[in-house]
């Protein structure tokens, strides 16, 4: 699989951001920025989720979405969740889950007063999903009413309808088959960064090192012109290991020194589970537990005065 070229655009209170998605037999990994920016490029938040966990019968996905994040009461990762579990009452099965989920999000944006009020070409939403199939394979989805990702063409304005595109690997995720996706901001990634990582994902490196090289370069990308500074530098992170499908580890890279962590939403969409839907958690303390990357030799960003190398800086497992 290849990655998706998807383009990019603003709305008020919106998400347009930069979401990737790498996959290989081992992990799928997600990282995504926590921006919010408004009709004049201005910055909203820097603390918004638009990052999840989805179980179904068939499939365990992580999913994020692009594009309108909040219009008046209208907040798109809470809706998102509610969508997508009430689409699991028609089937839970994951390509129907998606389909009945489009149909859901068309009628939806077509009768909320709320998301009505914005003007059509500020209601575009794309929303990713990516994970492994019961099966043994990497599944992806594209659920967007505004990308043709058939044909590589992104509309100026929010269409009548929801359309889904949905691929999953010919092979078994045991044999390695690699995977890069990418919304939002995707004009600012490069070919030398997507080399990298399909290196990384060929040789199947630990998730560590994957994961660190994308976010060093949702990082990076934060700064190219490209981006047009709607891809923040605080970044939710999640991953799914091929041999623990069913639980997803959460993670988090900021550029400041925080107290708090936040998580992933949580959607159990499965038949005959409790319905749990978990949104917005984030775990606190009274002490930093999450500090920025810097190199090994500077200070770390604790204060202490030592070098980060010897302070806070991760030890290699």
């Not at 037999?25 to 490029?41: E, H, K, P, Y």
């Not at 994040?69 to 907040?75: L, W």
């Not at 994961?211 to 700064?223: L, P, Y």
Request: hydrophobic content about 40%; some cysteine; proline content about 4%.
């Amino acid at each position: 699989m290849v990655m998706q070229e998807m383009g990019l655009s603003r709305a008020k209170m919106q998400a347009m951001t930069f979401a990737l998605v790498v996959a290989n037999a081992d992990q799928i990994i997600q990282v995504s920025d926590r921006r919010l920016t408004g009709w004049n490029g201005s910055v909203l938040t820097e603390a918004s989720g638009k990052a999840g966990h989805l179980l179904c019968d068939d499939a365990s996905v992580l999913y994020c979405f692009t594009g309108l994040a909040t219009i008046r009461g209208f907040k798109t990762s809470t809706w998102l969740m509610e969508a997508l579990q009430a689409a699991s009452k028609k089937d839970a099965r994951f390509r129907e889950l998606i389909e009945h989920f489009a149909e859901l999000a068309t009628e939806h944006f077509r009768s909320d007063l709320d998301v009505l009020s914005a003007h059509v070409k500020h209601r575009r939403l794309t929303v990713m999903l990516c994970g492994y199939t019961a099966n043994g394979h990497i599944v992806s989805a594209l659920i967007s009413n505004f990308q043709d990702f058939a044909n590589f063409i992104d509309h100026p304005a929010a269409q009548p309808q929801f359309t889904v595109y949905c691929e999953q690997s010919k092979i078994p995720a045991s044999e390695n088959p690699t995977m890069i996706q990418a919304v939002g901001a995707f004009n600012a990634m490069t070919d030398v960064d997507e080399r990298e990582l399909r290196l990384l994902l060929d040789r199947r490196a630990p998730h560590a090192a994957i994961r660190a090289k994308a976010a060093a370069i949702v990082g990076e990308i934060s700064d190219r012109h490209r981006s047009a500074g709607t891809v923040g530098k605080r970044l939710n992170t999640g991953r799914i290991d091929y041999l623990s499908p069913l639980f997803a580890c959460a993670g988090y890279e900021s550029d400041i020194v925080e107290l708090e962590m936040p998580m992933l939403d949580m959607v159990d969409a499965r038949t005959g589970s409790t319905g749990l839907l978990i949104g917005q958690v984030q775990l606190t303390a009274g002490v930093p537990i999450v500090y920025p990357v810097v190199h090994r030799n500077a200070p770390c960003p604790c204060g202490s005065g030592r070098k980060y190398m010897f302070c806070h800086r991760p030890r290699r497992q």
